[in-house]
């Protein structure tokens, strides 16, 4: 019998998601504005997400709940550090560290792992699905606001072991459905997606106000370079 979990967590997330897409770091993403100091933190943070989502994941991979959504063809751990390479250097590992929302982040998938497994389904779906979902529209906006070549800086965009994106969506979805779980389960997986919404949300918050710290330096730049240039 078929859960709909698919459906009642896209219905169950509608206004989180609404909430993220409003973050003034995201709406200025998605306007084009990118800034390559800042991104190349979201790809910062996102490593450390994925490295202790997957860890978990893999760890309880035979747990009832999540054997049936473990693809690893999604895992984008290797992904991000292919982008780390190109942002940071092949020394990359020596240069970045979780900021605290992170660090907030992967503490409750660590949690969640050890004492409630089946609640990683909730961060795979938020996480993943968006990422297959929304992946490529992101993908052309980064590659066009930083003047980036070919996939150089966003292999996190490409599934590369995915050969159709539609097909494996409906794949997902129909292990979603079928998840041997209950409906007190089906809520906890529901309020832990909103969860996962709001860790979300509160690294990009850090890293808006990483942008407009650099906004505001490059503005006193010009106008100290206006001044002298009057002086």
Known sequence: MSTNLAQQLREGTTKSHSMAENVSFVKSFLGGVVDKKTYRKLVANLFFVYSVLEEEIEKNKNHTAINPIYFVELNR?????????????????????????????????????????????????????GDLSGGQILKKIAQNAMQLNGTNGVSFYNFLSIKDDKVFKI?????????????????????????????????????????????????????????????
């Open 171 to 231: 794949k997902y979805r129909d292990a979603l459905d079928n998840l041997p779980i209950d409906e007190t389960q089906i809520s906890q997986i529901i309020a832990e997606a909103n969860t996962a919404f709001n860790l979300n949300m509160q690294i990009f918050q850090e890293l808006n106000s990483n942008l407009i710290k650099i906004m505001v330096m490059l503005l006193l730049n010009t106008i100290g370079s206006f001044q002298k240039k009057l002086s």
């Open 77 to 129: 751990k290797d992904s991000l550090c292919e982008d780390l390479q190109y942002y940071y250097g092949s020394n990359w590992s020596q240069y970045i560290e979780p900021s605290l929302a992170t660090q907030n982040y992967i503490n409750r998938i660590h949690e969640i792992g050890k004492n409630q497994p089946e609640l990683l389904i909730a961060h795979a779906y938020t996480r993943y699905m």
